[in-house]
């Protein structure tokens, strides 16, 4: 895979393709601009070898149709006050008025396309689409892990038009924690998978039999565990259909002498709302009527304990409904106690992204991942399909 060090690019139209789908209130600011930030270096060593620079994002769902409250011209004043330099917006990403203004830029210039995913053809990873965005430049950059696992035009297709096609400093950073983690790591290697679902996380449960020494399970992936083991998870979340492939993973593990940890207790409500009534019981005793809705204190000292003997850590998904108080020490404890251990840390997800910036340790986690989809796809084993187009490339 090219890396932008590797190429020229002064003087050139330099096409950054990077992930500003920040957060936003209901009052449009900017809640969270880690993902800005984390593109700066790139930028900035852009803009320290001369080049001009284009870059395009998407922002939310607007399903193909311009949705004005999607514009990324907030995102642009942002990326302005973070470099300290005047950042134009275009009025779409492909165009004439686009291809005006590319015309005109000079080396320094820092221009903000348009939502990408205002055309459906980005979705589509449509050849003609991604032909006009490639035509707006000389060297095409992807710094967009968070989008890597999608076949989508601008980060797939691009690279069959753009003249050169190389990695920003945010996919390499992305790329090398995970690799070495899990090419060579510092054992052992404990990985923890907590969240919803065990369909959405079986291939990076299966693809991480292959490495891993140890396996923590939390949130209401582990009720299914739990319920394959025989105990009754009352009116917890249970994927019932999948206790034949929860029980093989188990078995798996004992082959392989993996350890794998479920919890002992769990913390249990009376509904699945913030004000139900909720107490803290033995898995054995989860009342038929009640659902587990985070893991309990037993628990919480149990996996820091694992923690504290951990030279290697990746984590994806959190270990209970962490978005309401009652049911958020699980996860929030666990964030304690990686960033307390003396392991390499590696976490991702979407939703662990947050638990994590809630508990405000982020910096005492080795490496935060940018991406959720992507991130699992790494875990899953696989080549990101953004990765492959660039590869195709060199
Ligand atoms: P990530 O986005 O980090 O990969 P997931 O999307 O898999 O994580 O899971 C996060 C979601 O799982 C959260 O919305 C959380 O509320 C939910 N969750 C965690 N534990 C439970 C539980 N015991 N019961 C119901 N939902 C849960
Ligand atoms: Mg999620």
């Known amino acids: 895979m090219k890396v932008i060090q590797d190429i020229d690019i002064k003087d050139k139209k330099v096409f950054f393709r990077v992930d500003f789908n920040v957060p936003l209130d209901e009052l449009q600011n900017i809640t969270d601009d880690s993902r800005i930030r984390a593109v700066l270096p790139t930028l900035r060593y852009a803009l320290d070898h001369q080049a001009k620079l284009i870059v395009a994002s998407h922002m939310g769902r607007p399903r193909g149709k311009v949705v004005p409250e999607l514009s990324l011209g907030l995102v642009a004043k942002r990326l302005g006050r973070l470099l300290e330099k005047e950042v134009i917006?275009?009025?779409?990403?492909?165009?004439?008025?686009?291809?005006?203004?590319?015309?005109?830029?000079?080396?320094?210039?820092?221009?903000?396309?348009?939502?990408?995913?205002?055309?459906?053809?980005?979705?589509?990873n449509d050849d003609t689409f991604a032909k006009a965005l490639a035509e707006l430049c000389d060297v095409y950059i992807n710094d967009a892990f968070a989008v890597s696992h999608r076949i989508n035009a601008s980060v797939a297709?691009?690279?069959?038009?753009?003249?050169?096609?190389?990695?920003?400093?945010?996919?390499?950073?992305?790329?090398?924690?995970?690799?070495?983690?899990?090419?060579?790591?510092?054992?052992?290697?404990?990985?923890?998978?907590?969240?919803?679902?065990?369909?959405?996380?079986?291939?990076?449960?299966?693809?991480?039999?292959?490495?891993?020494?140890?396996?923590?399970?939390?949130?209401?992936?582990?009720?299914?565990?739990?319920?394959?083991?025989?105990?009754?998870?009352?009116?917890?979340?249970?994927?019932?259909?999948?206790?034949?492939?929860?029980?093989?993973?188990?078995?798996?593990?004992?082959?392989?002498?993996?350890?794998?940890?479920?919890?002992?207790?769990?913390?249990?409500?009376?509904?699945?709302?913030?004000?139900?009534?909720?107490?803290?019981?033995?898995?054995?005793?989860?009342?038929?009527?009640?659902?587990?809705?985070?893991?309990?204190?037993?628990?919480s000292?149990?996996?820091?304990?694992?923690?504290?003997?951990?030279?290697?850590?990746?984590?994806?998904?959190?270990?209970?409904?962490?978005?309401?108080?009652?049911?958020?020490r699980g996860t929030t404890a666990m964030v304690h106690s990686i960033a307390n251990s003396y392991a390499l840390s590696i976490v991702g997800g979407g939703d662990t992204d947050v638990a994590v910036h809630k508990s405000g340790e982020t910096s005492r986690i080795t490496y935060l991942s940018t991406g959720g989809g992507a991130f699992l796809t790494l875990m899953e084993g696989k080549t990101l399909p953004a990765v492959a187009a660039l590869n195709a490339t060199t």
């Open 89 to 124: 917006v275009a009025n779409d990403c492909v165009g004439p008025e686009v291809n005006q203004l590319v015309s005109k830029m000079k080396v320094g210039d820092v221009v903000l396309l348009e939502n990408l995913r205002f055309h459906q053809e980005e979705i589509n």
């Open 157 to 299: 297709a691009i690279t069959k038009f753009a003249p050169v096609s190389a990695a920003g400093f945010l996919l390499q950073k992305e790329l090398n924690y995970f690799e070495q983690a899990m090419s060579a790591p510092m054992r052992p290697l404990v990985a923890i998978i907590g969240g919803a679902k065990v369909s959405d996380k079986l291939g990076a449960l299966e693809n991480m039999l292959e490495h891993v020494d140890k396996f923590i399970i939390g949130g209401s992936m582990a009720n299914t565990f739990l319920y394959c083991s025989g105990l009754d998870v009352g009116k917890s979340t249970v994927e019932a259909d999948l206790k034949d492939v929860a029980c093989a993973v188990m078995k798996m593990a004992a082959e392989k002498n993996i350890k794998f940890y479920l919890p002992v207790d769990v913390v249990v409500a009376s509904r699945f709302d913030p004000k139900a009534e909720a107490k803290i019981v033995p898995v054995q005793e989860i009342p038929p009527e009640w659902m587990a809705l985070d893991i309990g204190p037993a628990t």
């Open 301 to 328: 000292l149990l996996y820091s304990e694992v923690m504290y003997d951990a030279k290697t850590i990746i984590w994806n998904g959190p270990m209970g409904v962490f978005e309401m108080d009652a049911f958020s």
